[in-house]
């Protein structure tokens, strides 16, 4: 059985911080999740604990022994890179046989795991198919039973759904969910989607500029995000900067109370704390926007008289016209105040860094 921790890392590339002082322990058997925007040091973290990447401080160990001295391939830990890297000169059996062989495994043994990890994946039947023949999400599986077959004791999977069109990104997703949790390896995926790690995780952990803010389950991270920061990047639209007075929070979208201390913060209103009403019942009015469609769902822009603009959750069959004078209702125990957006322009950092 294996765990993960990691302490204290650092890294860095040049002036920049790639990550900066995260500790992290992952449950042996546990599916964590990285999620955050590009650049934001997930990918980083992976290369760290694969041995590609040299930290400048900290300590990692998998079943509490250090990794430090050990060469990548003495590690026994899995990456799937993001592009997959498959060597296009050898067919599938060759990929995938490629981390056995080089462990020195016996020509019996690798026959073995090549079936093995094949059949995980689905791909029985295909060891001598070449790497052109093959369809992205064949790709991707290929990739993924050539890490299984080497055998790791930690399973680190970058972006593994990143290149494939959505449809079959999403099918996938639920595919590497049963698959992770039939094989009880520690798991790692890298991800800037919140669909996707909140679908395969068993704790997703949240990054922004190389440190981790927000660490939970799905539904942890879901109802409660820690700052405006996660709240944005999880897909809540309707978040605004509010200064705290006296239990008291005002915000464009109205005034909402709150435990929190007096000073800055932000106010997070759920997709069902807003609803359309009646300009005469409602609590404000607006002009609603041109509308976007969702599928089972429109998103209306509704522009306050306070000049913010709110978006609302709509069915189909009760959307108003662009223009329309129409009231928003807010249900109060749907507000969330949380810590303010550390970074109100965005996701980026100032320094450019080495693609992760």
């Known amino acids: 059985m294996s765990t993960l921790d990691i302490e204290g890392l650092r890294v ?6 790639a990550v900066d002082d995260v500790d992290l322990h992952v449950a042996s058997g546990e599916i964590l999740t990285l999620l955050g925007p590009s650049g934001c040091g997930k990918s980083t973290m992976l290369r760290a604990v694969a ?4 930290p400048d401080a900290g300590r990692i160990a998998v079943a509490g022994a250090d990794l430090g001295a050990l060469a990548p391939h003495r590690r026994r830990v899995g990456l799937m890179f993001q592009d997959y890297a498959l060597f296009p000169h050898r067919d599938v059996a060759g990929n995938v046989a490629f981390g056995p062989r080089m462990q020195g495994e016996e020509r019996a043994a690798i026959h ?3 079936e093995k990890a094949l059949s995980l994946v689905g791909l029985t039947g295909y060891e001598r198919r070449s790497i052109a023949s093959l369809s992205g999400g064949e790709q991707q599986r290929v990739a993924l039973a050539r890490t299984l077959a080497a055998n790791p004791r930690l399973l680190m999977l970058d972006e593994p759904l990143g290149s494939l069109d959505r449809s079959l990104r999403e099918r996938l997703t639920v595919e590497l969910r049963d698959l992770f949790r039939t094989l009880e390896t520690t798991t790692i995926t ?6 996707e790690a909140f679908t395969i995780a068993d704790r997703v952990a949240v990054m922004r500029a190389g440190s981790i803010v927000q660490i939970g389950t799905p539904q942890e991270v879901w109802k409660q995000p820690a700052d405006g920061f996660v ?5 809540f639209t309707n978040v605004f900067d509010v200064d ?6 005002v915000s464009p979208a109205g005034t909402f109370t709150t435990e929190r201390g007096d000073g800055p913060a932000c106010a997070v209103l759920r997709p069902d704390a807003v609803s359309l009403a009646p300009p005469a019942t409602a609590d404000q009015e ?4 041109l509308p976007g469609f969702r599928g089972d769902h429109f998103l209306v822009p509704v522009a306050l008289q306070t000049g913010a603009v709110i978006e609302v959750v709509v069915r189909s069959g009760a959307v108003p016209e662009p ?7 807010v249900e109060p125990g749907a507000v969330l105040v949380v810590d303010r957006d550390p970074s109100p322009a965005g996701f980026t950092r100032a320094a450019r860094q080495p693609k992760e």
């Open 112 to 114: 073995q795991q090549v």
């Open 323 to 329: 223009g329309e004078r129409v009231g928003i209702r």
């Open 231 to 235: 709240a944005r990047f999880l897909g």
């Open 51 to 54: 041995g590609l990447v040299i």
């Open 12 to 17: 860095t590339y040049g002036e920049t911080v």
């Open 244 to 249: 705290v007075r006296h239990g008291r929070a």
């Open 190 to 195: 890298v991800t800037h989607d919140q669909g």
């Open 286 to 289: 607006g002009d609603a926007l």
